[in-house]
């Protein structure tokens, strides 16, 4: 029978899942790799999940998304704004009007390779031999970004829609190829762009990914073009009811969300829901929900090395459309309760260059909260009042993040840390403007001028994180002092609680982290659930804790605690406790159903339901990874669900195809002494 079917423990590819670490692969295993989110290599889904509003909302009726033009009828003057903003236009039809791209210029070579590009009738085409070594001429049928470069899409027969290299530069006026962004190095692998996988989400609004597995095919569906009204409005049908009613409701309307209402969190958080790097773990985010109970931060502790990297080694952002993350870890917003809106107070009109507010030299923004350092600028900033080195922005907002083919200014809003360009080459405001300088200079003058105190915590921070990157274990105590600080926020926090999962068998850091289990911060708590990796002597304890957490009020927490019981052997609870984690469980099960596209997610899908004791929905992940990707390393977990099974000679074909060099091998061969004789 299959079930007297045994490998010994720490022998095989289930075995590494038993762990902490191999739990979070489940879940984070799409976003090793990521150096530019919207690659088709990017191993997360970037997806909004409809429909569950059920699950957050207790009451009998929830209200529906009308669609943008629903709102133009009373909003005439705001819809009139938007439609001329960069949120309306992220994605749109490729027509003369969205088309910022020369197309007359014929035959273009990019990074080596002949392309074409031509206009007729109003309609644009776009012909490569890059994506399949023949010849092909594309329609080109949607156009996605218009402020520096625009991408050109194609939807394919099979649905998919791909970004098709030429890419326009919208303000140098030239061709590049889409690469040029993320692989400078040029490879020779063909990596295609597959918009409604990889960059699924914020481009348009009210998303269905609609892909069908079986058939290998998508047919993704959308409300509305860019980010419509209700991405940060929520579903209005109700509003619109209201209002269209011959007697309209009296007062404020109620049945509408607007961020100026909503505390800093939950304000920020409608921002966020596009501006952050994250996976989505739970379906249904509205204007106005906790992000936590929906998006889970892909943080600094959990990225490969990468010569492009999503953060600086201190955790602050480097790359692009990530600004929330920036904003949360700035005193601004922990401190001060500071908003996006609350500085981008025209938040129909997107372009900052059209809000005088937000010019580098306009320091009225900071000043309405330091109200005493604008009684005498020179004296805080030591340049002459006029001059760039007393612009606020740039002394605190320093452009040191990468956008494509573009700096950006860091949303963190914190002081010149000379110390951490030396160490650990994070760039500082003062050598921005002063290139001639180099970072000893700076740091002279920053001791002069301020002394070196208030620089003490992010150098602590930087210095934390790159020992824990290192796997160095004096990383231990300082990322249990910053864990332990609320004062450091969410973001930072949670990251000290990733690293903290490096260093399982210190007695101090998996206390700390055991403890985070039942931190104030969800974002902490569900990180530390992702992470727990308990020696053998505490693993008894860590079953309990993350049992309790099985209660936890954000989903987040709970599927992370659900995967991770699950890498430690529980299979089963009793009582209340058995209901909980059986409904945790589904929400990772519909997690992976809507991951289908995605070959990694179905390797880790697999190996959960592995370990879950259920053999036939790991057989189907692992059947889908493999066609999916025909090289994802899925065959001996394939082998050993068909064992599972009592599908013994299935198990042997596939366990036969198994090469001498792969490193499956040896498992393989295990396992086939295993199953001899069945």
């Given amino acids: 029978m299959a079930a007297e079917i045994e490998i010994p423990r720490g022998q095989g590819a289930l075995d590494e899942a038993a762990g902490a670490s191999a739990a979070a ?31 957050v909302c207790a009451a009998a009726h929830a209200a529906t998304y009308a669609g943008a033009a629903a709102c133009e009828k009373c909003h005439l003057k705001e819809f009139q704004t938007w439609t001329g903003s960069r949120h309306s236009k992220m994605v749109q039809p490729a027509t003369a009007q969205a088309v910022r791209g020369d197309f007359t210029r014929g035959a273009i070579e990019l990074r080596k390779q002949a ?29 996605l970004g218009n402020r520096r470069i625009q991408h050109y899409l194609t939807k394919l027969p099979s649905g998919r829609i791909v970004v098709l290299p030429p890419t326009w530069d919208v303000l140098r006026k030239q061709w590049f190829h889409a690469f040029d962004i993320d692989d400078p190095d040029e490879t020779s692998d063909v990596m295609v762009q597959v918009w409604n996988k990889s960059c699924y989400g914020c481009h348009v609004s009210q998303e269905e990914k609609n892909f069908d597995a079986a058939a290998s095919e998508y047919d993704t569906k959308w409300l509305n073009f ?20 011959t007697v309209k409701p009296h007062g404020p309307a109620r049945d509408i969300v607007l961020q100026t209402r909503l505390d800093a969190s939950r304000n920020t958080m409608v921002c966020a829901q596009c501006h952050s790097f994250r996976d ?62 609350g500085c981008h107070v ?38 002459a009042e006029s001059s760039t080195g007393s612009s606020c922005v740039e002394c605190h907002m320093p452009r040191t993040v990468l956008s494509i083919k573009a700096e950006i200014r860091d949303h963190s809003m914190s002081i010149p840390v000379p110390e951490n360009t030396i160490k650990h080459a994070i760039p500082n405001a ?34 934390a994180f790159a020992l824990a990157r290192a796997k160095d274990a004096a990383a231990v105590p300082l990322l249990v002092r910053i864990l332990g600080t609320p004062s450091e926020g969410a973001l930072v926090r949670g990251n ?54 099985l209660a936890d009020p954000s989903a987040t927490v709970r599927v992370g605690a659900a995967v991770t019981l699950v890498s430690l052997g529980v299979a089963k609870l009793d009582g209340p406790d058995g ?58 977990l394939l082998a050993y669900a068909h064992a599972q099974q009592g599908q013994y000679e299935k198990a042997r074909e596939v366990l036969q195809t198994i090469g001498r060099r792969d490193p499956q091998y040896a498992r393989a061969q295990e396992l086939l002494r295993a199953i001899a004789g069945h």
């Avoid at 005088?356 to 020179?378: G, I, M, W, Y």
């Avoid at 101090?508 to 990796?533: C, F, I, S, W």
């Fill in 25 to 55: 692969t489940s879940l984070e295993r799409m976003a090793q790799g990521l150096s530019l989110w919207w690659l088709v290599y990017v191993r997360i889904s970037l997806m909004v999940w409809r429909g569950a509003l059920l699950l």
């Fill in 115 to 143: 392309f074409a590009v031509r206009q007729r009738g109003g309609e644009y085409f776009i012909t490569e031999s890059y994506l399949t070594g023949n010849t092909v001429e594309h329609h080109v049928d949607y156009t």
């Fill in 226 to 245: 860019g980010t419509n009204c209700e991405r940060c409005h929520g579903p209005g049908s109700d509003h619109v009811a209201h209002y269209s009613a």
């Fill in 280 to 341: 989505i773990y739970v379906q249904g985010y509205s204007a106005g929900a906790d992000y936590y109970d929906y998006f889970m931060p892909i943080l600094e502790y959990s990225q490969p090395e990468d010569k492009d990297p999503a953060y600086w080694p201190d955790g602050r952002t480097r790359r692009f459309s990530n600004d929330a993350y920036g904003l949360w870890q700035s005193e601004c917003f922990l401190k001060g309760k500071v908003t996006c809106v």
């Fill in 346 to 383: 025209a938040a129909h009109e997107t372009e900052i260059e059209h809000n005088p507010q937000l010019r580098p030299d306009a320091n009225a923004l900071c000043t309405r909260c330091h109200e005493s350092l604008a009684k005498n600028v020179t004296a805080h900033s030591h340049h």
């Fill in 430 to 463: 003062c050598n921005a403007c002063h290139k001639d300088r180099d970072a000893g200079w700076a740091l002279k003058q920053m001791n002069g001028w301020y002394g070196a105190k208030s620089r003490q915590k992010l150098m602590q921070r930087a210095d």
């Fill in 496 to 549: 000290a609680a990733g690293y903290l999962g490096r260093f399982g068998s210190d007695p101090k850091a998996y206390a700390a982290l055991e403890g985070a289990l039942t931190d104030g911060e969800p974002l902490v708590r569900a990180t530390a659930a992702l992470r727990l990796n308990p020696p053998a002597v505490r693993k008894t304890s860590a079953i309990a804790a993350l049992t309790r957490a």
């Fill in 579 to 636: 209901e909980r984690f059986a409904k945790a469980q589904e929400l990772y099960r519909e997690r992976v159903a809507l991951n289908t596209d995605d070959p990694q997610s179905q390797l880790g899908a697999g190996r959960f339901y592995l370990l879950l004791g259920d053999p036939v929905s790991a057989l189907g992940a692992l059947e889908n990874s493999l066609k999916l990707d025909p090289e994802a390393p899925a065959q001996y």
